[in-house]
Every structure is written in structure tokens, then in C-alpha cells.
């Protein structure tokens, strides 16, 4: 049934609408790709879960309390309405789910970087729409590692706008670990008649267990029994490490690339054309920058820029470095602590007409997040030119800003 093409449509529209879901969460914040995958991979079982469950309550109106056959009239109102409510109603709150669950898991993966340097802190939105549940836990503070996290990490439920932040260790005192867990249980803890708490699915923690939707959520009891299926089913992840695969194979017979290289795992993808130009000074910051994108299932093409002999080079014309996931774009590395050094990368690139900067911090000491946030706001107050997207690589983490 789920490889029946009418069903397959509806659960990879159901994954497509999640996973922009997932990108939106992470545009600014960019995890490792293993986590990237596994919440994608999650995301497509839920959808095909959903599906499973939605087709089985449509299922159920096919003949009425009598064991007789709806009436066509009927059943297309039931239809109707099922559809409203899964397709319509739920998806918009699985939809902002999806992606406070993404921002908050590639929060996670930072923290859990950085150890034991910093606490986190429990935040709330600070408006009157917080429900009193979550304000009661406004300000906890506690380790990464305390087990409050692995129950009350954000979100805490549907639209749920809770947060979960770094904090410096001698600026806010910790909370006792017990207590502060029975505090949230008395404050979130909701029983139905039949004396289970609504609110137990949401005691996950989406970046510790890499996933975006509550392992407990009702639609998962169906997973176990479709597991056969589902593994025989083609995710979009297969069908893009196929394409790739594809790329690469194409690439390859291409005399004009040279250190080409596909990532089977990921789909990451790298190739250099042999008339790319790498500074004798700052070459080996690019092809740092370009690996690092690679190993996180970029594809990235550094493309021409020399003029092979015999050829005329056209007058003004500035070559981005290449291309990244087919968009142009030009790496500037930043060595020095200059007050105006991301400004400048920032013009380099624009100047280039790149729709991506990357921007390579190439020792971790020169980054902080301050001088970046100044950096691209310095850039944005004097010049016009627009980026699709700006990228910036420190200590192989990479950080994302959509179009300003």
C-alpha cells in the first residue's frame, strides 16, 4: 500500500513540508552531518508513520456502525475532514515543531562541543502567551550533563517557543538537579482519566537523541510493525546520494577535474577544476574550507579561473571560486584580529558577485560571536550587494544567515 504512487505522493509532500521545516531550524546554526542526517531520516519515517495512520482512519469510514457501505456523499465529508485535520491542522503544528526540535538539537550539538565550559539555562519566550507550565521552569540552571536536560530540553511541547541558552558559570548559581526536576514534573505533569500524563512524549531531548519528532509520539506505534517497509521504501536521502552518486561518476570521466572525491555515507561531494587558482599565501585556507564543507555533504565544484594560453581574459569580469550546492560562490579566509576583517571579507566576496560568502576563520582564537554579528552588520549598513546566504567556518563548526 505505502508503495501505491497516490499514497507515496502524500507522505513525501508530508517529508518535503517537515524538511523545510528542519532547514528553517537550522539556517543559522549548522550541526555535524551525521546529526543532519539522522533528523532528516527521522522526519521521513514520521511522515510515512502519519500517513500510515491517517489512511487507516480514512479506512475506517468505509462502512458505517452497521458494517454497511458509506454512501459515497458521506464518505467524501469524512474524507474531508480527516484530511483538514491531519493535513492541514497538525501539519502546521508539526511544522513549527519540526523546527523549534531542529534549532534546539543543533543548540545541543554546541553545548554538548563545549562541555563542561558553560551551563545552560532554561528560557522561556518572556510574553503572556507562556503557559505556566513552562515559566515555572524559567531560569533553571544546570550542567549540560544533568538529567533535567534529558526530559526538559526545548521544545517542551506543541508551540512550544522555549529555549535552552549558554550561560558563563560564575554569572548564575545552579539549581539542585532533584529538585529542579520535581519542580518541572509538578508543573507539566497533566493526567488524563485514564491516569496517563499528557505530556510524557515530550521528555525527549531532540539533539542528545537526534531526532525531531517525540520518540513516543502515537503515530511511532505503527513503526515496529512497518519496519520491513519502511526500510524498502526510497527516502529522499537515497535518492539524493544517488544523484550525487551520479555527479560524481560524471565528474570523473571529466579530464578537466582533478581531486574529485564522493562521500558514499553522506552524499557529500568535491572536484577542482585544473585551471582553479589557489594564492600562493592563502590557498591552503580555501582548500581547508572547501574539505570541511565537503565532509559535511556539501557539494562543492571549485571551478576555472586561470586563462589557458591561447585564450583572451575578459576585461572587469570577477570569477567566484565556484560552486556550492549549484550556487556561486567565493571563500575569504580571516587570519588577523582587525576590527574590520569580516566587513572586508564579506566585500571580497561581494565583489566577486558570489550568492554564498563563506567566510574561514582560520584559527578558532579569532572567531567569537560578537565580532561576527558586528561584522555582517558593518557589511550591511555600507553596501547593496545581497547574499543568498552567508556561511561562516570556525573550528569545524559551520554557522549559517539566510538573505538579509
Known amino acids: 500500500?505505502?508503495?501505491?504512487?497516490?499514497?507515496?505522493?502524500?507522505?513525501?509532500?508530508?517529508?518535503?513540508?517537515?524538511?523545510?521545516?528542519?532547514?528553517?531550524?537550522?539556517?543559522?546554526?549548522?550541526?555535524?552531518?551525521?546529526?543532519?542526517?539522522?533528523l532528516r531520516d527521522d522526519v521521513f519515517v514520521f511522515s510515512v508513520c502519519k500517513t500510515h495512520i491517517e489512511l487507516k482512519e480514512l479506512g475506517s469510514h468505509l462502512v458505517d456502525e452497521n458494517g454497511k457501505v458509506t454512501s459515497w456523499q458521506k464518505f467524501n465529508q469524512e474524507a474531508a475532514a480527516?484530511?483538514?485535520?491531519?493535513?492541514?491542522?497538525?501539519?502546521?503544528?508539526?511544522?513549527?515543531?519540526?523546527?523549534?526540535?531542529?534549532?534546539?538539537a543543533a543548540k545541543w550539538s554546541v553545548a554538548e562541543k563545549d562541555g563542561d565550559r558553560y551551563n545552560l539555562q532554561y528560557r522561556t519566550a518572556g510574553d503572556t502567551r507562556v503557559r505556566d507550565s513552562h515559566a515555572a521552569m524559567r531560569g533553571i540552571t544546570l550542567p549540560v550533563k544533568d538529567p533535567f536536560w534529558d526530559s526538559y530540553y526545548p521544545p517542551n511541547g506543541w508551540r512550544c517557543r522555549c529555549t535552552a541558552v549558554q550561560v558563563m558559570k560564575d554569572k548564575y548559581p545552579v539549581d539542585n538537579s532533584t529538585e529542579a526536576i520535581k519542580k518541572a514534573d509538578a508543573a507539566t505533569?497533566?493526567?488524563?482519566?485514564?491516569?496517563?500524563?499528557?505530556?510524557?512524549?515530550?521528555?525527549?531531548n531532540p539533539g542528545k537523541q537526534k531526532v525531531i519528532f517525540p520518540p513516543n509520539h502515537p503515530y511511532r506505534k505503527v513503526q515496529e510493525a512497518l519496519g520491513g517497509v519502511l526500510n524498502s521504501l526510497p527516502s529522499p536521502k537515497a535518492k539524493h546520494i544517488e544523484e550525487r552518486r551520479q555527479e560524481y561518476l560524471k565528474l570523473k570521466s571529466d579530464n578537466q577535474y582533478e581531486d574529485i572525491v564522493f562521500n558514499e555515507e553522506n552524499g557529500g561531494l568535491k572536484a577542482t577544476h585544473v585551471l582553479h587558482s589557489f594564492n600562493n599565501k592563502t590557498g591552503h585556507f580555501e582548500k581547508e574550507a572547501r574539505d570541511l564543507l565537503f565532509?559535511?555533504?556539501?557539494?562543492?565544484?571549485?571551478?576555472?579561473?586561470?586563462?589557458?594560453?591561447?585564450e583572451t581574459a575578459k576585461d572587469g569580469v570577477k570569477i567566484p571560486d565556484g560552486y556550492l550546492n549549484d550556487m556561486s560562490f567565493e571563500i575569504a579566509s580571516i587570519s588577523n584580529k582587525g576590527k574590520n576583517a569580516v566587513k572586508r571579507a564579506l566585500k571580497h566576496c561581494a565583489d566577486k558577485k558570489a550568492e554564498v560568502a563563506v567566510i574561514y576563520f582560520s584559527?578558532?582564537?579569532?572567531?567569537?560571536?560578537?565580532?561576527?554579528?558586528?561584522?555582517v552588520k558593518q557589511?550591511?549598513?555600507?553596501?547593496?550587494f545581497r547574499f543568498k546566504e552567508i556561511i561562516m567556518l570556525e573550528n569545524n563548526n559551520i554557522h549559517k544567515k539566510s538573505h538579509h
Open 82 to 104: 480527516i484530511h483538514k485535520k491531519y493535513d492541514e491542522n497538525y501539519l502546521q503544528a508539526e511544522y513549527i515543531f519540526a523546527t523549534s526540535s531542529a534549532e534546539m
Open 363 to 375: 584559527q578558532g582564537e579569532l572567531y567569537s560571536k560578537e565580532r561576527w554579528e558586528i561584522g
Open 1 to 38: 500500500m505505502l508503495k501505491d504512487k497516490p499514497i507515496r505522493e502524500l507522505y513525501v509532500e508530508t517529508n518535503r513540508v517537515l524538511g523545510k521545516a528542519v532547514d528553517h531550524g537550522l539556517k543559522n546554526n549548522r550541526p555535524p552531518a551525521e546529526m543532519i542526517s539522522k
Open 189 to 204: 505533569i497533566v493526567l488524563d482519566k485514564n491516569g496517563r500524563d499528557r505530556n510524557d512524549m515530550f521528555r525527549f
Open 295 to 310: 565532509k559535511e555533504s556539501n557539494k562543492v565544484i571549485l571551478q576555472k579561473e586561470i586563462t589557458p594560453a591561447g
Open 379 to 384: 557589511y550591511y549598513g555600507i553596501y547593496q
